[in-house]
């Protein structure tokens, strides 16, 4: 069977489907565990990753919130961001809110790669039947679909995380100081309801889409493509599709995770009022106060967050699919 993520043998990610697999343990090779394989795999990788990259999203996220409202206002860089965040605290404030990005790996990508690998199993299946190789229209709806169900899964996890990278900003008085991920979570459901914890769920679900479209059906067709066309090893292959997926993948998804993160930071002012209504109020107040290219504010620090994180993520779980056969 083909594999859709990375190449076959050692490099192979998770090739849990293949018939040919050396006998690890009876336990390994029963067909619950190899369902749940892709998921669990998925979701350590990630976590592994996002250890790795967290003070980079606390950089994009702190650069996304700056001058809100304001067409001119302050234009921070990665440097200038990382600079007011040591002077104001300590280098461990760059892993603000970790505890809330590792839950979010355990419930997102778990979902999003379990979901990705497992659409892409039967598509494969029934492509190989037909005597046909999966496309690229293919790939891409087993992208969109396996984002779109993974983030509603991890909305909540999302939320936390970005109240918790954002709570630094507020004046001291004002700060909530959240202790871990399970307080944030209880103290927004608290005072703001449990439906609070699917605030911005709309825009999550279409960058985790945007995202998911061009990272992973990108990935696939670059990795088909390079396979076919060049003589390079299987790492420099995997590499480089993961350099073009995540260019990609930014593009496509940054103006939405930049709603995304000013609706999930968002709180009612003294009139009981919310500063934006929806997704869509949200676009639209930002293009008319902040200018357009706002939505594209910080790309290279996004980029350096997205394309790192898939690489990790994918050798990770590249290792660990070697590790489960």
């Known amino acids: 069977m083909e594999r859709y993520?990375?190449?076959?043998?050692?490099?192979?990610?998770?090739?849990?489907?293949n018939d040919?697999?050396?006998?690890?343990?009876?336990?390994?090779?029963?067909?619950?565990?190899?369902?749940?394989?892709?998921?669990?795999?998925?979701?350590?990788?990630?976590?592994?990753?996002?250890?790795?990259?967290?003070?980079?999203?606390?950089?994009?996220?702190?650069?996304?919130?700056?001058?809100?409202?304001?067409?001119?206002?302050?234009?921070?860089?990665?440097?200038?961001v990382t600079r007011d965040i040591l002077a104001s605290g300590k280098a461990l404030d760059l892993y603000t809110g970790l505890s809330a990005g590792l839950l979010r790996q355990a419930v997102y990508t778990t979902a999003r790669i379990g979901f990705f690998d497992t659409f892409m199993g039967s598509l494969s299946a029934r492509a190989k039947a037909n005597g046909k190789q999966v496309g690229f229209s293919e790939r891409a709806t087993a992208g969109l679909s396996a984002g779109g169900l993974a983030a509603m899964l991890g909305n909540?996890?999302?939320?936390?995380?970005?109240?918790?990278?954002?709570?630094g900003l507020k004046p001291v008085a004002e700060r909530k100081n959240y202790k871990s991920v399970i307080d944030a979570l209880t103290s927004i459901a608290k005072s703001e309801?449990?439906?609070?914890?699917?605030?911005?769920?709309?825009?999550?679900?279409?960058?985790?889409?945007?995202?998911?479209?061009?990272?992973?059906?990108?990935?696939?067709?670059?990795?088909?493509q390079l396979k076919q066309r060049t003589q390079w090893s299987a790492n420099a292959q995997t590499l480089t599709a993961s350099a073009v997926a995540g260019f990609f993948a930014s593009f496509f998804s940054l103006p939405f995770d930049f709603v995304k993160t000013r609706l999930q930071k968002q709180s009612r002012g003294p009139d009981g009022k919310l500063p934006y209504k929806s997704m869509v109020d949200c676009f639209a107040k930002v293009a008319k106060q902040e200018g357009v290219m706002r939505f594209y504010r910080g790309f290279g620090t996004y980029y350096v967050r997205i394309a790192p994180h898939a690489m990790v993520t994918l050798i990770v779980a590249d290792y660990l699919g070697w590790l489960t056969k």
């Open 5 to 17: 993520l990375v190449p076959k043998g050692p490099e192979a990610m998770g090739s849990m489907k």
């Open 20 to 80: 040919n697999l050396p006998a690890a343990s009876d336990f390994l090779h029963t067909p619950l565990v190899r369902a749940a394989l892709p998921f669990i795999n998925g979701g350590l990788s990630g976590m592994v990753a996002t250890t790795v990259i967290q003070p980079v999203d606390m950089i994009k996220v702190r650069i996304q919130l700056a001058g809100e409202g304001v067409a001119g206002g302050p234009k921070p860089t990665p440097i200038s």
């Open 156 to 167: 909540p996890a999302d939320l936390a995380l970005i109240r918790m990278q954002s709570d």
């Open 193 to 224: 309801g449990v439906g609070a914890l699917w605030a911005g769920a709309a825009p999550t679900v279409v960058r985790a889409m945007a995202l998911n479209f061009g990272q992973l059906a990108f990935f696939s067709e670059a990795k088909a």
